[in-house]
């Protein structure tokens, strides 16, 4: 176990260190909040430990995440913005290095906590929804120029669908090293059935038909922060995952998460829909910061990239339950079933809403 308050040490944070505490909701970093008052002022921070079975190669990480958040600032000051609010600013150690290696080999950054901000686990309006999607449509409209091909894949073939089903899905199936199989059989056939959709996507890039972007890859809304007064969403966080990818899974992982009409480990699928009006006002806020560039076949399948994002962590979610629960955080043994089980049944329920999310996205 490390002890974090050495860890703390390691980086340029002024003043007496006062709490440090565990923070957020994520499945993958461990994340604190820590406080240090310097001459009765008060500041606060973040510390992330981050995953590294997960990340693997955390240098490239940390280069991709520094000048990402360089280029967005400079772009934040151009539009007039406040760059200490709206992008993550990051803190270096003493010795100025991006991250900090612990004793045991544990990987730790920190970035200054955005004061008055707060996040939501839910969505609790249409109007907080189109927020978060003008936020992540902004995020990508400014990465729009940046050069893509500096960018390190952090985790190759991330939203690579079908590489997934047959690389990571399948093995866990024929293994069943948990001798977990039996137990979700009707799951594991649901994901068959799919396996088409999960390679549209990636063959449509094959013919060039849809561009690669700088994209974020993980649009939980959670990971954009708002303002604590006007409740505007303010900066695009959790930035691990940003790399070269299609403006489709930005939307379709937002759509998956946010217009749910549960919470995404909610074990009574029977509650477990579309929200219409939730797609709507998410499609529209993400198209006016970042549709005027998108061609034809972006449009046509942004109701299939809702479906296909759900399609996809759900089969992660499923594969992880197979392995024995390896890669996302749970809480308690069947919580990646029950995960798995609730992105089904929105699938299951965007499928049979499908039509109405085209005619949707064709009014806007
Ligand atoms: P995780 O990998 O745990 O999802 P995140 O980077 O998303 O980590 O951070 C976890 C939570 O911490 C966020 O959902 C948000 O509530 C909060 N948070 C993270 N960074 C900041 C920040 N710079 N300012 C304010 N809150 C933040
Ligand atoms: C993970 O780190 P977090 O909790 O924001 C995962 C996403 C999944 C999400 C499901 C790096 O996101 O891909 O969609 O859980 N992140 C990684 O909630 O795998
Ligand atoms: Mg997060």
């Known amino acids: 176990m490390d002890d974090l308050k050495n860890i703390l040490d390691e980086f340029s944070f002024k003043g007496e260190l006062k709490r440090c505490e565990a923070f957020g909701s994520g499945h993958i970093n461990m994340t604190y909040i820590v406080t240090y008052n ?25 280069e991709n995440i520094f000048a990402v958040t360089s280029f967005l600032r400079e772009k934040i000051k151009l539009n007039s913005g406040d760059p200490e609010r709206e992008t993550l600013n990051f803190i270096k150690t003493k010795d100025g290095a991006k991250y900090c290696k612990s004793a045991d080999g544990n990987c730790y ?14 969505v609790d309006s249409a109007e907080l929804f189109k927020k978060s999607a ?103 966080i959790d930035l691990d995952t940003v790399m070269p990818g299609l403006a489709l899974y930005d939307f379709g992982d937002s759509i998956r998460f946010g217009a749910n009409t549960c919470a995404e480990d909610e074990p009574d699928t029977s509650k477990v829909k579309i929200n219409l009006d939730y797609f709507k006002a998410y499609a ?52 990646n079933l029950v995960r798995a089980r609730n992105q089904f049944a929105l699938v299951a329920d965007m499928e049979s809403h499908m039509e109405e999310m085209k005619n949707i996205i064709s009014t806007l």
């Open 38 to 62: 310097d001459n009765n002022s008060i500041s606060h921070y973040i510390v992330q430990k981050v995953n590294t079975n997960v990340f693997k190669n955390i240098d490239a990480l940390m």
């Open 109 to 122: 950054r920190a970035y200054r906590f955005v004061d008055r901000s707060k996040s939501y686990d839910s």
């Open 134 to 236: 003008v936020a992540f449509g902004r995020f990508q409209k400014y990465l729009s120029d940046f050069p893509a091909e500096t960018l390190h894949e952090t985790i190759p073939n991330f939203h690579n669908t079908i590489w997934r089903f047959e690389n990571e899905f399948i093995p866990a199936v024929q293994s069943d090293i948990k001798g977990r199989a039996k137990s979700c059989s009707r799951e594991i056939d649901f994901v068959m059935k799919r396996k088409e959709d999960c390679s549209l996507l990636v063959n449509l890039i094959k013919q060039g038909k849809l561009p690669i972007r700088v994209t974020h890859n993980d649009t939980k809304l959670n990971n954009v922060i708002f303002d604590e007064d006007s409740d505007d969403a303010i900066c695009v």
């Open 284 to 335: 529209a806020g993400f198209l006016s910061e970042a549709g005027d560039s998108f061609n034809a076949y972006e449009i046509e399948n942004l109701a299939f990239s809702a479906k296909l994002m759900t399609l996809e962590c759900g089969m992660r979610f499923l594969t992880d339950y197979l392995n024995g629960d390896t890669y996302f955080r749970t809480d308690y043994p069947e919580h």
